[in-house]
């Protein structure tokens, strides 16, 4: 599996690796919603060895899991490699939410987490 998720320290943890599929993507956006919707969530996203997203797997323009959960969500960071910044940043529709999204480099996942557990 390219990714799954834990509940640690006060954080949603998504760790995503290898190619990501839409299935398995929605599974466990699915599986973390509850532990989302207690408000006030604060998501990390650890990519380590990431190969894209597999564009022939479902719609990627499906955006639900966010209308129904951006809400609850007070900050969100992703740690991974510097060339994935900009697909990131777009995966996560940064401009258009409402709350703070910060992109770090592999190697700050300390940085990211302080920042995520500031205010």
């Known amino acids: 599996m390219a990714i799954d998720w834990v509940y640690e320290d006060g954080l949603v943890i998504f760790n995503v690796s290898g190619r990501l599929t839409k299935p398995e993507l ?11 919707q207690q408000g006030q969530a604060k998501i ?3 990519v380590t060895n990431f190969a894209g997203w597999d564009d022939n797997s479902g719609d990627w323009g499906d955006l639900s899991f966010g209308e129904r959960n951006d809400q609850y969500i007070q900050k969100m960071a992703t740690v991974g490699d510097e060339k994935w910044r900009d697909q ?24 990211a987490r302080a920042w995520l557990l500031s205010d």
Request: charged share 30%; net charge negative.
């Open 26 to 36: 929605d599974a466990c956006q699915a599986e973390a919603e509850p532990t989302i």
């Open 88 to 111: 990131a940043d777009m995966f996560t529709l940064k401009v258009l939410r409402k709350f703070p999204i910060k992109y770090f480099i592999e190697g700050q996942e300390e940085l």
């Open 44 to 46: 990390l996203n650890i």
